[in-house]
């Protein structure tokens, strides 16, 4: 009885755990996807603190807030311009074959 107890706990953990998933999640090299977040504004912060991107769950594709990133990753698949360091950027270069480039600002 007392395994069953404990098997039923786990599986309501879990599935609460499943339900807190929000629409964007931190995406960092080394440390997978984080998708706790049901805004822009926290996700891209803590995007920013651990060195990569917020991207939108249903999408793939980085957030507008990452529109302030200054590095780019070019080659090996889409460009993704989503890094705010050059550290993480060349990490992810590294591990991706690609290129870390500094984005271009028009009008600034």
């Known amino acids: 009885m007392r395994k069953l107890k404990t098997l039923m706990t786990a599986i ?26 049901y805004d822009e504004a926290s996700c891209a912060r803590v995007a920013v603190e651990r060195g990569g991107a917020c991207v ?8 507008g807030v990452n529109k302030d990133a200054r590095y780019c990753l070019v080659g090996g698949g889409a460009n993704k311009c989503y890094y705010y360091d050059a550290a993480s950027c060349a990490r992810a270069a590294q591990d991706q074959g690609g290129t870390c480039l500094q984005r271009h600002r028009f009008g600034s």
């Open 12 to 37: 309501g953990l879990a599935a609460s755990a499943a339900c807190v998933a929000g629409p964007f999640c931190v995406v960092a090299t080394g440390l997978g996807q984080d998708c706790k977040y």
């Open 56 to 63: 939108d769950k249903s999408t793939g594709v980085a957030t």
